[in-house]
């Protein structure tokens, strides 16, 4: 079956679909407003007249290429292409502040394939074990694993924790507005229809940082121009040597289980994986303090991370037909169009096209890492542009990403109040980060801990009785408690000197 | 401003939203037996909301005299006047339609923020009328997305 899988992929149609689903991947993940899952539902039709195996290909390489295109735009403009990209934002947009783009671009670029990579390969080779762990995840897990999230905030709130935790509980109460889940009682929507969907993450991010971002480049309009001189670089290969590659050994094979892990549980996504890759990152490093400076730490956390999430998500998909987010919902209609349906039957019925996933996944990886790279002299090319001349397209951008959400001109809107919120946190010092984390993970918290509580009988014990869930809330406590212990520590250690 | 009326301004802001939500939250019906309701988790928020930005309150007004006052630096005119024009641009957006509010936009933009020496208004003007063309041909003709049309049907 592996050698019939072989012959279908290498013949040179399907190669060159791959190849073709990647470069539009990667251009609808690059714009702001365009996503992996719009691109995966405008080439389903198309698919559907392919021989089998060749409309899965341009599936897979639509998906792989849709994830990893956010990156550019991310470091480049600070507008996160996907939601996954998020936590790149947090790094590599000082990075590029310094005019560090192309190191930063092409670290991202080589970590997404490592990442992509390593999720490919548990796919292949642990997927049946690891599907029937998920299997045990009751929404009293998935309630510990948002909690233990949320605490992600106490990490990423910078010089002041209480604002940072008062700026996640906002983002919170952003994500209560709409209908309510499980019961779908209408809140906080003031008899405005607009309201009754809640706000769309794409239209918080682009709002809170990047309008937020244009409005204070009009304060300091004067600086505009010296910015717009970037020192000249020289960048070989991905702008980083083998040797320190190798030294961040440690930071990709954590990022690549966390992403492998927050991929295979279904609902959670790519946006949560790189936040947690990310603060892991942050906590394990002998310099903590410099995450948020544009340090490399933090763009190979969140986007080895991000990657991994691809070959996770699909576990879930192949060995037991449970789609874990939007994307797979649509790779799931491709397979099943052609008769292929996911479960435990799969490699025995249809072994050939599951082998066949498993090399289109590994040649789109390829092809992705070979086009990003030679395409990224062109994307630098981008920060070349006067300021005065970017920044006003790339409002425009943001304004058509927000459109795009919904077609909804209320979110164009939003968008422009969500960057005063950006304008007023700057002003006020209260860091932005931890909102979108609260606004993220408001509502996952909110379902898991009713579904939970129905399930007990309205018994709040459930959630210390059941090992896993019990294990995530201690390490939610700990993650609090020690950087408290820690930074207290330090301050006595400094009075009695 | 000094840091501690910042702070002082942060508790009392953090303070009106929990109130708020609390007090809106009494409205949300009940609907399931066995459920904590649609009510619980937006009133446990707020109740949290209100707690910590109390502490915050409480510690600001606590700490003696801060006079270090935090420069606000940059040019004033600058900043309002891209809020003001952000602003016009997204209501006049559906409106007047893509093609020309983002035209307007993109030139005064550009204008603002351009260094006087450096305005040259023919280019500024070519590079405002070509980018939403372009987009527009992307968009609508290229990958069929509708962008809004307005009142000149283009």
Known sequence: MIMQAISMIFNPFCLLLILIGVIIGIIFGAIPGLSATMALVLFL?????????????????????????????????????????IATVFDGGPMADRGEAGKALGVAILCSFIGGLLSI?????????????????????????????????????????????LSGLLGITLALVGLAPIDGARRFTFGQSQLYGGFDTVVILIGVFAVADIIISGFNRKDIVSDAEKMPYNLKGFGISAKELMSHWYNILRSSLIGLGIGILPGIGGSTASLLAYTAAKNGSKYPEKFGTGILDGVIASE?????????????????????????????????????????????????????????????????????????????????????????????????????????????????????????????????????????????????????????????????????????????????????????????????L | MTEKNKNILISILFIILGGFVYIESLNIKHMMHNDVGSAF????????????????????????????????????????????????????????????????????????????????????????VATPLFIYTLFVYVINMPLPKGIFGF
């Open chain 1, 304 to 496: 080895t991370s991000n990657n991994a999430v691809i070959g996770g998500s699909l576990i879930p998909l192949i060995t037991m037909g449970i789609p874990g987010n939007v994307a797979t919902a649509i790779f799931l209609g491709g397979l099943t169009i052609h008769g292929i349906s996911p479960g435990p039957l799969i490699f025995q019925k249809s072994g050939q096209y599951v082998y066949g996933i498993f090399i289109a996944l590994i040649v789109a990886n390829i092809f992705m890492i070979i086009c990003e790279r030679a395409g990224l002299r062109i994307f630098v090319k981008l920060l070349d542009i006067p300021k005065y001349i970017l920044l006003p397209i790339v409002m425009v951008c943001c304004v058509l990403g927000a459109y795009f959400a919904n077609f909804n001109i209320f979110d164009v809107w939003c968008v422009v109040i969500f960057g005063m919120v950006g304008l007023l946190f700057k002003t006020l010092k209260i860091p932005s980060t931890p909102l979108i984390i609260g606004f993220i993970l408001g509502s996952m918290t909110e379902e898991n801990l009713r579904q939970a509580l129905m399930q007990s009988g309205g018994n709040w014990s459930i959630f210390v009785t059941r090992p896993i869930s019990l294990v995530f809330l201690i390490v939610a406590v700990l993650s609090i408690v020690l950087p408290i212990i820690k930074k207290n520590k330090l301050k006595k250690a400094k009075s009695s």
């Open chain 1, 121 to 165: 390969f548990a796919l292949m080779f642990i997927s049946p074990y690891l599907a029937k762990i998920t299997l045990m995840f009751t929404s009293a897990e998935y309630f510990a694993i948002a909690v233990f999230s949320l605490t992600i905030i106490a990490s990423l709130s910078g010089d002041s924790l209480i604002n940072g935790v």
């Open chain 1, 45 to 85: 039709p198309m698919s559907f007249g392919m021989d089998p195996m060749n409309g899965i290909a341009l599936l897979v390489g639509l998906y792989l290429g849709g994830i990893s295109g956010g990156l550019i735009s991310v470091i480049l403009l600070k507008i996160p292409g996907t939601p996954s990209s």
């Open chain 2, 41 to 128: 988790f937006p009133k446990m928020v707020a109740a949290v909301t209100i707690v910590i930005s109390g502490v915050k309150l409480a510690f600001s007004l606590k700490n003696g005299k801060d006079e270090t006052k935090s420069k606000i630096k940059g040019d004033l005119a600058g900043g309002w006047i891209t809020i003001l024009l952000l602003s016009v641009y997204v209501l006049i957006f559906a409106p007047v339609g893509f093609i020309i509010s983002t035209t307007v936009y993109l030139f005064l933009q550009m204008f603002v923020l351009c260094p006087k020496d450096k305005r040259k208004i023919p280019f500024l003007g070519i590079i405002s």
